[in-house]
């Protein structure tokens, strides 16, 4: 029997689905922002800081080259898994794993001197997303025709950060604007393939699927403010 998607089922599981995915959402946002606490406070976050730092362009290669790999097990994990446990262990190894990323920069941006820095880009970030499901949800349009885009573009933007690391080039301000725009079209997308391409079993994995593209828009939000408050 072919798997029934959300957007096959009946009302009041499609909203129950949709319900549950956007509370464990919310949870693995308040877990990123627990950990991210934890390690600015421990002094974790100062010493990825100071590793990635040492390791120059390289080191960042390593981390970006074991995220996307951390990244693609965790998501396909969950995506499909039946058991919801399986499904829960991608989720807790993608939050994880995204805090380690991000605490160097969260570090630099809570030791500035402007507090406004991180509270404006987690604002921006949520205000966005917001806007964004609220397109998906109200035009009810399936975004699915964005895959196509969104892989071209993930090939572009891999390289381009591979060619500034390599030939250390700096990708500035356009090239963060340029990706707001990116994880925007993937939140688009995201939202539309989850109702189309999910059963209802799989809300954890849904979760998983829009933290992705809401960690990917709120790191380039955090650059941009970051580069203008230092202007």
Request: net charge positive; aromatic share 12%; charged share 10%.
């Amino acid at each position: 029997m072919p798997m029934m998607s959300v957007a096959q089922s009946q009302p009041t599981e499609r909203a129950e689905f949709i319900r549950k995915t956007y509370i464990h959402l919310a949870g693995a946002v308040a877990a990123f922002t627990l950990l991210e606490y934890i390690f600015v406070k421990t002094g974790i976050a100062l010493s990825l800081a100071k590793l990635v730092s040492a390791g120059g362009n390289l080191g960042w290669m390593a981390i970006l080259g074991a995220f996307a790999l951390i990244g693609w097990l965790s998501r396909s994990l969950a995506s499909r898994a039946d058991d919801e446990g399986l499904q829960y262990l991608g989720l807790s190894l993608y939050v994880l794993f995204q805090a380690l990323i991000f605490a160097p920069m969260i570090y630099m941006a809570a030791a500035m001197s402007d507090a406004t820095v991180l509270p404006t880009a987690a604002i921006l970030t949520l205000c966005m997303f917001a806007g964004l499901t609220t397109i998906a949800f109200t035009t009810k349009k399936d975004f699915s025709f964005l895959g196509g885009f969104l892989r071209i573009g993930g090939f572009v933007v891999l390289g381009l950060i591979a060619c500034s690391m390599i030939f250390g080039f700096q990708l500035g301000l356009l090239f963060s604007v340029a990706m707001v725009a990116f994880a925007s079209v993937a939140i688009l997308y995201d939202t539309s393939k989850v109702m189309k391409h999910y059963s209802t079993r799989h809300h954890v994995a849904a979760s998983l699927e829009l933290f992705a593209s809401v960690a990917l828009l709120f790191w380039y939000i955090l650059r941009i403010v970051m580069q203008m408050s230092r202007r």
